[in-house]
């Protein structure tokens, strides 16, 4: 390594011939000094919708990143969480689930998955503890046995199961594929985790550390807001809404910096977010709206609480309500809210 540093004190790093240049992800990126024997690389977590995918990520991550509910498929972006260690650097993937294509969304989600497959060094594989193995983990299974990429059965959700049960979950899970490990882990009690970040560590290539070694997620801020304030909608509407609504961030303004300083009366130095609820029909409107408005401050609250933890400030909400017709089907509106 040279000695030059840039203006931060982090060395500059000479040409590296071997460097992917068209896959920025690769890039190496400016670091301080690391071990000869550095691991990084990538790992997708992958399994049916609601097998605990986001609340696994979030206890390798240590903070919240991924959204996490109790309803399936809420997972829509690639979130990206990044576990450094002084000899490891593991970059998470949260894959949305894998389902059969319904809508043009669901046909979207299932590409982005495999496009996601292609990239990653390591494959988790999440199966509950407490679930019978379906017809979607044996389809998962098959997709996966192609790939030709160490695959981790995960074995999640141990705190729910008797230990006998879990015994016959681990061989059930040894006789659905051929994978490079299995792991059982309990995310909601931080059993095994450690565990888990060894193993998929290990099949991890030398490289050096693709991401500053401090970075929690490589996530837009706007998309980490933007999937808060939908987990609290998702929570608050339950079954009324299940899969027509889209949140988008339209501006977030810091008054302390921002041009155009304090627009909004009395919100003082707060972080003025402004974010935009999209639904499909004017019915559907009514019902994130609520009685008196009472199911949208109920989700401003919730999101705001969620919001100002993840940017440790005072945050002041602006939510709206619009109806976008038929943003699930339309191509030119699903690739506008980033699908
Ligand atoms: N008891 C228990 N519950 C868990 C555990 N991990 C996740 N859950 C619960 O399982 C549900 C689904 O978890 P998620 O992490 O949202 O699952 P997911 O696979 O990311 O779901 P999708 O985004 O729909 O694909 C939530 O209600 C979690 O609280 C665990 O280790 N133990």
């Not at 931060?8 to 190496?28: H, K, M």
């Not at 996530?219 to 009324?240: F, S, T």
């Amino acid at each position: 390594m040279t000695n030059m540093t840039d203006a931060d004190g982090f060395p500059i790093l000479p040409d590296d011939p071997d460097t992917d240049v068209d896959d920025p992800a690769r890039a190496p990126i400016a670091v301080p000094d690391y071990p000869e024997d550095f691991r990084a690389g990538f790992v997708c977590l992958l399994g049916r919708p609601n097998t605990g995918k986001s609340t696994l990520t979030n206890a390798l991550v240590g903070t919240k990143i991924a959204i996490t509910s109790g309803r399936p498929e809420t997972t829509r972006h690639n979130v990206r969480g990044v576990v450094s260690r002084p000899d490891s650097q593991l970059v998470l993937v949260d894959t949305p689930g894998f389902h059969r294509p319904r809508t043009l969304l669901g046909k979207r989600l299932n590409d982005l998955v495999r496009e996601t497959l292609a990239g990653v060094d390591v494959i988790a594989f999440c199966i509950p503890a407490g679930d019978k193995i379906g017809p979607g983990d044996r389809l998962i299974a098959r997709e996966l046995a192609d790939l030709g990429k160490p695959v981790v059965a995960v074995v999640t959700k141990t705190d729910t199961v008797s230990r006998p049960k879990l015994a016959q979950q681990l061989l059930a899970v040894s006789e659905l594929g051929d994978w490079a490990d299995i792991v059982p882990v309990s995310a909601l009690k931080g059993e095994q985790i450690d565990v888990l970040q060894e193993v998929l560590t290990s099949h991890l290539p030398p490289s050096p550390p693709l991401y500053p070694t401090d970075s929690v997620t490589d996530e837009p801020q706007a998309v980490m807001v933007g999937e808060l304030v939908r987990e609290a909608a998702l929570e608050r509407l339950r079954d009324e809404l299940p899969h027509s609504l889209a949140v988008v961030v339209d501006e977030i303004v810091d008054p302390a910096t921002a041009e155009h300083a304090g627009r909004i009366k009395g919100t003082g130095n707060r972080l003025q977010v402004r974010v935009s609820l999209l639904v499909e029909r004017d019915s559907q409107k009514a019902i994130v709206i609520g009685r008196g408005g009472a199911n949208l401050k109920a989700i401003g609250t919730e999101a705001r609480r969620g919001i100002q933890q993840l940017l440790g400030r005072k945050v002041y909400l602006d939510l709206h309500v619009r109806t976008l017709k038929d943003w699930q089907s339309d191509p030119k509106a699903l690739a506008k809210l980033g699908f």
